[in-house]
């Protein structure tokens, strides 16, 4: 199972262990909040692609952090501490990104997953 299927999973089963060791004790709430906004980031970054793919003047951009919110700085501890994390990403002036050891290739796959399987209820 890749990265992006466990955050898709872990939306379906709320399963915390999937994405973090004891280690990292995030609450619950904050790991939701991480979860929807890494895959909203993959999956508009994904539109973005397209979008440039079609001559619109447009650039990807990272997921911008704010460290006043419980949820930005439990999500830099999971980027240092957690392998999976680790892995895939970095902050950088506090701005979440790919980590420059993926591959373009995987980061187009992220995107892709992203946008394909993650979607959201809207309320009614």
Known sequence: MNLIEMLIEYRK??????????????????????????????KLEHKRCLWINQGRKTCLKPLQLNMQYPWSRDLCMLVEKEKLFHEYF???????EFS????????????????????PQKNT
């Open 90 to 96: 970095r902050i950088k002036d506090g701005k979440f």
């Open 13 to 42: 089963a709320g399963n915390k262990q999937l994405l973090v060791s004891s280690e990292c004790n995030i609450e619950k709430e904050n790991l939701n909040i991480i979860v929807l906004e890494i895959l909203s980031w993959l």
């Open 100 to 119: 420059d050891k993926v591959e373009e290739k995987d980061k187009i796959e992220m995107r892709r997953l992203a946008y394909i399987n993650y979607n």
